[in-house]
């Protein structure tokens, strides 16, 4: 495993979490490193992606709640989750990607939950 994600667990609605997804520094520098999350039944989505040095990519869901970012000293890419929603429960994946390369961490979960 290349990628390890950390951070998840169970939040009630309105609450934060932060996300963290640990990388080798030869794949910290690869082009887009990005979050994706499954909820149960559903297919795998994009959440948010950082591309190159600064252009970011947001879900309309997640639009204003989350932020991803890099942490230079940390080799980590991390995802402050606001405002969480039920709807916000899933399996949360980091992806790295550069060209036809992808890697994938094992995924941490998020229940957003009373």
């Known amino acids: 495993v290349q990628l390890v994600e950390s951070g998840g667990g169970l939040v009630q609605p309105g609450g934060s979490l932060r996300l963290f997804c640990a990388t080798p520094?030869?794949?910290?520098?690869?082009?887009?490193m990005g979050w994706y999350r499954q909820a149960l039944g559903k297919q795998r989505g994009l959440v948010a992606e950082?591309?190159?040095?600064?252009?970011?990519n947001y879900a309309d869901s997640v639009k204003g709640r989350f932020t991803i970012s890099r942490d230079n000293a940390k080799n980590t890419v991390d995802l402050q989750m606001n405002s969480l929603k039920p709807e916000d429960t899933a399996v949360y994946y980091c992806?790295?990607?550069?060209?036809?390369?992808?890697?994938w961490g094992q995924g941490t979960q998020v229940t957003v939950s009373y």
């Open positions: 950082l591309i190159g040095v600064g252009t970011t």
């Open positions: 520094a030869y794949i910290f520098g690869f082009y887009i």
């Open positions: 992806k790295a990607a550069l060209g036809a390369i992808e890697r």
